[in-house]
């Protein structure tokens, strides 16, 4: 029998993504209302749209399809006429995973900047990264991007307001891949709308750790707001009966935030203390639902893991392991027991990689059939 959808996501430690509808986002979205969002005519829609925005302090929101629409739509709104810039961290997802579409939609330059503190930007990071004046030969920053939380860390909110009080100063936007910033409040108590207060335009998932199977709402000012409504159409993203898919967002809210995503981040942490035990250690703090381990240190092979945890039934990506407000503690276990074996197997394969002198995996599976 295939497994329920229920099961698939308990086991998914890939992405916060993989959680999938609750019971009560069905019946939400069997009572959901059905009206022409294109027209703005959709009840549902337009209350999870204002629902976000007062969260955030901010007078309007748009539903949008995807965190990536919300984000390129954001931007593309801000940048009027190149040459201009974006500056954001060199791991943002604006700039990284979002296939290129600054470049694309709003023919942008970026600025990619790496931390000094190799956790999050600071404002002297961003100071001396900034492109002013009017030298021709350059594309000046318009916007600046931050991400909270970035691989699960949290931004401390005294440096968003010293980036802002910057940002401002120069006449820059400030804009928020606000993905996981649901993750960010529940951990740390800051209301959304403290938050909101230093950002121009602000891009929040449902479909992540809310739980949603489709949706991100961009709140920001009412005339930005109405721009950007242009931007969603050309890119395809107005949606007829989106009263479905708000009406089911607005019941992952109810449902998950904020205390029971600040559960994932509790069960986060104890599975990371779990894994030092092990001797393991991570790239990043674990601040909220993420743990990326370090592979390389552990000398685990990636491909060791995941194929470990397919034979007992789990699925990862490799290093980055995503806890949701689904994830069961028997598949946590299941994890544990597969990183155990992995680091056993791949010690054994180390021994083989040494003499061949590369690292891959048809060699792993090699070493495995020889056993
Ligand atoms: C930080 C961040 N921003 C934006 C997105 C894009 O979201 P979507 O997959 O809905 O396009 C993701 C996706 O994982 C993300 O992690």
Redesign the pocket.
Known sequence: MAPSNRSIAEADFR?D?GTTPTPLMMAAMQRASHGDDVYGEDPDTNALQERVAKMCGKPAGLFMV????G?QVCLRTHLHQPPHSILCDFRA?VYA?EAGGLATLSQAMVTPVHPANKLHMTVEDVRANLILGTDIHTAPTKVISL?NTLGGTIMPIEEIAKISELAKRFGIKMHL?G??IWNASAETGVPLSEYGQYFDSMSL?L??GIGAPVG?VIVGETDFIKKAEWFRKQVGGGIRQAGLLAAAADAGLNEVFPARLKETHDTTKKLAKDFEAMGLTFQLPVHTNFIFLDLFKAKIIPEVLIAEGKKLGINVTGARIAIHHQTSPEAIEKLKLAVQNSIAISRDYQGSRSSAGTMQYGMYEKVVDEE
């Open positions: 992405s993504t995807s965190g990536t629409m984000n997802h995973f991400e891949d993905a996981r998932c479909s992540k991100t």
